[in-house]
């Protein structure tokens, strides 16, 4: 079981005190959460990809190529990168080149956006959504895997004999998770490719998420990859704690209140009871985080929002301890009782490479065999 | 005998409203002639204040409450719908807007729907033609021929020789909902939320080459 922090990167003002940091401020709190991340012993951080204010991460494989340099064992994710929008080959090259130089700890999370004008910014379709990432993506796939790639879709310029560079690191490419709120063509997708699928978890009640879990799990089943119960499952989650219950309300209320999306809206006791957003003691954390296998089958990746709405940085780094110290060792605890020996282990680079190598292995003892018994 | 769900959308709001008062005849009326026709109605009366705070939430968030998500599922789930909307400002309320917002653009299509308005005056009767009628068109409704405008003096008028009394105008609108509502088979009706569109390849049209 992998724990981890994803942020979308927002410039939000302090709605207690009315400061709003620069973006250059913004950027550097993000670089120093993910160090904390490591020194609290999770294992993965992720990053958005936006292009538009008050969100300032719009070029992540610059930024997690500086946390992979300030860091040891931390896997680097995007926490969406616009597999829509982007050019496939530019992400296979940028994130091939992560792969080299953050020695293999990198994957990414497809998505498609969080604002209709990013399509036209890039001169794309928004009506092309759905069209646009499975295309973008099966291009994405042969030039990872494939030295020399013909191709030829409906979206972009053809290639003959296009060679990505540099090749994935140990010719395996990053494990991919693709992040979907309402389209099942998105989960029919991760479970065509045996790929992760992420769920997003934070704005929705949980039954929402559920049907789409499930309905990927059957599918990856159903795609050959394994029992619908070896499917690679991600989920967010969001979660604000101080030792005592009430203080961590009182804390947390303005920031909720003033949110980017969901502020001004519902009150944050109708959001903490409809959705995953759990605001109080560490143990109510574990309460509800631990329960998430019951509803969702045993998963590989927990993330946490946990940087956004204006809360400083210094708040930030304390959540941080708060999670690392007294949350995420009795959860990694209680998702490791009964989890039945067929779950894998959240994606990793090693992992990866040992799979392929014993696949390689298994291909090559076959046909020996074959010529001994006849 | 077989049973017809009949969903009542009503955005009055003062309790007690006319616009509910209107919602409750034309319900009454709709089951009446679904009884002629040999079909029960089983009536469900919404009223939309009582999901307010619900519906503004969910524009916000994107999701339901719970309490939302039940009366949304009510009406979708219908085989026939009733509508009734004060006009507010020349058109039907911010609320019932707000509430027509937050379904599933899809998950009207093909259903029988009676629309109905009230007003202080006759002056607004129109609204239901240039504001009502294209709205359940937009969302592929089928709205029957007749409208139901309901002014205060209505209440308490016969026929004027120009339009007939209220009950005569309820009764026709009814009449014309029920014909439809036998028909229609939405309630019974099973939806793969995951059924992915005709001709839809994992891999795209050029992938797999």
């Known amino acids: ?374 | 005998m077989t049973t017809r769900k009949i969903a009542v959308i009503t955005s009055g709001l003062s309790q007690p409203s006319s616009t509910r008062l209107l919602a409750d005849r034309l319900a009454d009326a709709t089951a009446r002639q679904l009884e002629v026709l040999g079909v029960d109605a089983e009536v469900t009366i919404l009223e939309l204040r009582d999901t307010a705070q619900d519906v503004v939430n969910n524009l916000m968030t994107g999701f339901p409450s719970p309490k939302l998500e039940k009366a949304i599922e009510a009406v979708t789930g219908a085989d026939a719908l009733i509508a009734v909307t004060p006009v507010f400002t020349t058109s039907y309320s911010g609320l019932f807007k707000s509430f027509i917002d937050v379904l599933d653009p899809q998950s009207l299509t093909d259903m029988p729907v009676l629309i109905g308005a009230t007003g202080g005056s006759e002056r607004h009767s129109l609204a239901l033609d240039y504001a009502m009628r294209p709205l359940f068109t937009y969302l592929h409704a089928v709205v029957v021929p007749t409208s139901v405008y309901a002014a205060s003096s209505d209440w308490g008028s016969t026929g004027d020789g120009v339009a007939t009394a209220l009950p005569d105008r309820i009764e026709r609108a009814a009449r014309e909902l029920a014909k439809l509502a036998v028909d229609s088979d939405r309630s019974s009706r099973v939806v793969d939320p995951f059924a992915l569109p005709a001709g839809f390849s994992p891999v795209g049209g050029y992938g797999a080459q």
């Open chain 1, 1 to 374: 079981m992998q724990f981890g922090i994803f942020t979308v990167g927002d410039v939000t003002t302090d709605p207690t005190n009315d400061v709003t940091p620069t973006e250059h401020q913004r950027i550097k709190n993000i670089l120093t959460i993910a160090q904390k991340v490591e020194e609290v012993g999770m294992e993965v951080f992720a990053l958005g990809e936006h292009h538009n204010p008050p969100f300032v991460p719009s070029s992540p494989t610059t930024m997690l190529g500086y946390i992979a340099a300030k860091t040891e064992r931390l896997i680097l994710s995007t926490a969406t990168t616009l597999i829509t929008t982007n050019d496939p080959v530019k992400i296979a090259e940028d994130y091939a080149m992560l792969q080299h130089v953050a020695d293999g700890r990198v994957d990414l999370m497809m998505g498609r956006g969080n604002t209709g004008p990013v399509y036209p910014w890039f001169g794309k379709d928004i009506r092309d959504g759905i069209p646009l990432a499975i295309e973008n993506y099966a291009l994405l796939q042969r030039l990872w895997r494939e030295d020399f790639v013909n191709w030829e879709g409906k979206f972009r310029t053809p290639l003959q004999g296009f060679q990505s560079t540099p090749r994935p690191l140990d010719g395996v490419a990053p494990f991919v998770w693709h992040g979907s709120i309402r389209s099942p063509e998105i989960a029919e997708q991760a479970a065509y490719y045996g790929d992760g699928f992420f769920a997003n978890n934070i704005f929705w009640p949980k039954e929402h998420y559920m049907k789409l879990i499930s309905y990927y799990r059957q599918r990856f089943e159903h795609y050959g990859h394994g029992k619908a119960s070896e499917a690679i499952v991600g989920l967010g989650g969001q979660a604000f704690m101080a030792k005592n219950s009430q203080d961590a309300v009182k804390q947390f209320r303005p920031y909720f209140d003033n949110a980017p999306v969901y502020g001004h809206g519902p009150t944050m006791e109708d959001f903490t009871e409809q959705t995953p957003l759990t605001v109080g003691s560490p143990q109510q954390v574990i309460d509800r985080y631990a329960s998430m296998r019951e509803y969702y089958g045993d998963y590989q990746r927990q993330l946490f929002l946990m940087d956004h709405a204006g809360l400083p940085l210094k708040t930030v780094l304390e959540q941080l301890d708060i999670l690392g110290e007294e949350v995420i060792p009795v959860l990694r605890k209680e998702f490791a009782k009964d989890r039945p020996a067929n779950v894998p282990d959240g994606p990793t680079h090693e992992a990866l490479v040992a799979k392929r190598d014993a696949a390689l292995a298994a291909s090559v003892a076959e046909p020996v065999e074959a010529e001994v018994s006849a």
